[in-house]
């Protein structure tokens, strides 16, 4: 049994009640950290020592962590490093810094985080750099059709030196953002119940007119537009409700999204397209982070960098022992248990993809974008650079092992 079915477990009522006399941070970061049988009596005795731990001296600073709609349970199907970044910093900082974790969207949901943070009214937050273009638009920089061609090219580019020039950089000077770490998926699409009885998708031309969930990105749009997968704007939190009624045939997302958010009993197909990003990321108030002394803001560097790393292994393993995408699936996933299947589409097929909606065939259709983020950078094609950086490894190269750097020390 997994540690997010035991936490699941324990019923909202006493998890509260822990919550009202420790605090949701304290009681969720210890629920985070077991890896053995869990009952009420221990995480309360967990809850109590991490409280005692966290509030044994005055904070320097207690900046307020949107977690849109993430827990401790979730963030054991999708590692997006939350809660372990989190818990990480408080270490690292000696308590000086402390984090008041807020997740199952109570402060900000997917799309609202990122204008919260901006607005100060959280500090730190984690959501998708696809939900989040709406209020920082320079996140569209990650979403050029197949500029990715792997997870493994995505952490490349995040570990990059060059990622401060080109991603970090003109975010936090266009939005006040300051970029830390990411998880690392390419999208795909959910194809829900309607699918359950049709063969696998096997061929791009299966999808074409089918109506699909799109998230905030306005580049990913032209990328299924190009396809023929009529995007259809629906809020993540609607998704579920919108794939169970029949409204649209499928969502635009990926593997361990359709896991954490608890839509595997709606989807019938996990098709593989690889098209862009799927990256849930956190971001810092720059303002915020200017703010700290210099050594606190080493800190926040390197638990981000801790963080990092423990993303880049820890989601590749709970993709094929927990989610269940991979080939074959193994016994006791969430999409087995749920009888999701998993389609991997030939290269051949992504190849006919990447040739209808890439900037490298279509140019036509990302010029306006292109042009705009290029400004915004600087003056530098921001396409073809990353595009570049994402081949510097082998094109077979597992994600895990994607050598770490620390980004920012060039």
């Not at 731990?53 to 005055?58: A, I, T, Y």
């Not at 995505?154 to 950089?169: A, G």
């Not at 009993?265 to 303002?287: I, N, R």
């Not at 909606?357 to 650079?385: H, V």
Request: charged share 20%; hydrophobic share 40%.
């Amino acid at each position: 049994m997994s540690v997010g079915d035991k936490l699941s477990r324990i019923n909202r009522r006493d998890l509260f009640k822990l919550a009202g006399q420790y605090g949701m941070s304290s009681t969720l970061m210890a629920a985070g950290t077991f890896g053995g049988a869990m009952s009420i009596g221990n995480l309360a005795a967990a809850a109590e020592s991490t409280y005692t731990r966290r509030f044994s001296k005055p904070a320097k600073h207690t900046l307020k962590f949107g977690a849109a709609g993430f827990n401790a349970r979730n963030l054991l199907i999708e590692r997006a490093g939350a809660l372990e970044f989190a818990r990480d910093l408080e270490a690292r900082t000696d308590g000086e810094i402390r984090i008041e974790f807020i997740g199952d969207n109570a402060i900000c949901g997917q799309t609202s985080c990122v204008e919260k943070t901006q607005l100060g009214i959280v500090d730190i937050y984690a959501a998708s750099t696809q939900n989040s273009a709406g209020g920082a638009p320079y996140l569209n920089v990650l979403d050029y059709a197949y500029m990715f061609p792997s997870r493994a090219a995505q952490y490349h580019f995040l570990y990059s030196p060059e990622s401060q020039r080109i991603l970090r950089d003109p975010l936090e000077e266009r939005h006040g953002l300051k970029f830390l770490f990411s998880h690392c998926e390419l999208r795909g699409i959910q194809l829900g119940l309607g699918w359950n009885d049709k063969p696998t998708v096997t061929k791009l031309e299966q999808l074409f007119g089918t109506k699909n969930r799109v998230t905030g990105t306005q580049l990913g749009r032209i990328a299924m537009k190009a396809l023929n997968l009529n995007p259809v704007p629906v809020a993540w939190e609607e998704t579920l409700d919108g794939l169970r009624q029949g409204l649209i045939d499928g969502a635009e997302t990926w593997a361990s999204a359709v896991a954490y958010a608890g839509m595997t009993p709606v989807v019938s197909q996990c098709v593989d397209l690889k098209f862009f990003c799927g990256t849930e990321h956190t971001s810092m108030s720059s303002k915020v982070f200017n703010s700290l002394d210099g050594y606190l803001q080493d800190a926040v560097l390197e638990s981000s960098y801790w963080a990092q790393t423990h993303v880049q292994g820890a989601n590749e393993a709970a993709l094929v022992n927990t989610v269940g995408f991979s080939d074959p699936q193994l016994p006791d996933t969430l999409f087995v248990k749920d009888n999701v299947r998993c389609a991997f589409l030939p290269d051949s097929e992504i190849k006919t993809a990447e040739e209808m909606c890439s900037p490298e065939f279509q140019p036509q259709l990302w010029e306006q974008w292109r042009e705009r983020l290029n400004n915004w950078a600087g003056g530098i094609d921001t396409y073809q650079e990353i595009y570049d950086i994402a081949r510097q490894i082998p094109a077979d190269m597992l994600a895990e092992n994607v050598e770490p750097r620390r980004w920012w020390k060039g």
